[in-house]
């Protein structure tokens, strides 16, 4: 789920930075550029783990920033697939249901990844909303959002930019995880205690 990847960047270290001590102000510099930002096909920038190495220090002529080669560690978010996590339910919907690990948002279940068989029916306490149901011997387990959800991972994608959003779309996602309860141990914990 949480890996270091290794990567090497020309850093432009503004003027007013050069007082601090030249670590502190690459690695506030770093934080600002990578901090929850997905970089694709590596995943969500969680932390800058280390600096490695500083190389340079150049200051091109009419700019007053240096310029430095930074060799850097960072801590990355990027599930692989076939691994169960837990999540929480943020929401539902004919079309399947919405996750959230928290940090990260864009855990989708699709209908037919759901446990089978199953339903979906209008939320007893909300209209609006939709409740899926698992059945199974003949009862109903609903998937609520109380409990924890756990879910295994079909698969991630990095999905391009649009270069025209639609009106009224979603915000756009740079890293979607498609995931599954559709086998044992899946789905809220409550149902396997």
Request: include cysteine; glycine fraction near 8%; hydrophobic fraction near 40%.
């Amino acid at each position: 789920m949480f890996y270091l990847s290794e990567i090497e960047h020309t850093l432009r270290l503004p003027p007013h930075l050069l007082n601090l001590p030249l670590n502190e102000a690459i690695k506030g510099e770093l934080e600002g550029l990578f901090l929850d930002k997905v970089i694709a096909n590596l995943g969500l920038c969680i932390s800058v783990y280390d600096i490695q190495s500083i190389e340079g220090g150049f200051i091109f002529a009419g700019d007053g920033a240096s310029t430095y080669t930074v060799k850097f560690r960072l801590i990355m978010f990027c599930p692989f697939v076939g691994e169960v996590i837990g999540a929480k339910l943020k929401g539902s919907n004919a079309n399947g249901l919405h996750l959230s690990l928290g940090f990260f948002d864009d855990i989708y279940v699709p209908a037919h990844l759901m446990p089978n068989p199953s339903h979906s029916e209008p939320d007893p306490e909300n209209k609006k909303l939709v409740r899926w149901i698992w059945e199974f011997d003949g009862e109903n387990y609903p998937i609520d959002g109380v409990d924890e959800i756990r879910f295994r991972v079909q698969s991630v994608s990095y999905p391009s930019v649009p270069i025209e959003p639609e009106r009224e779309s979603k915000p756009f996602a740079p890293m979607v995880i498609t995931a599954s309860l559709d086998a044992d141990g899946l789905g809220p914990v409550s149902w396997w205690v």
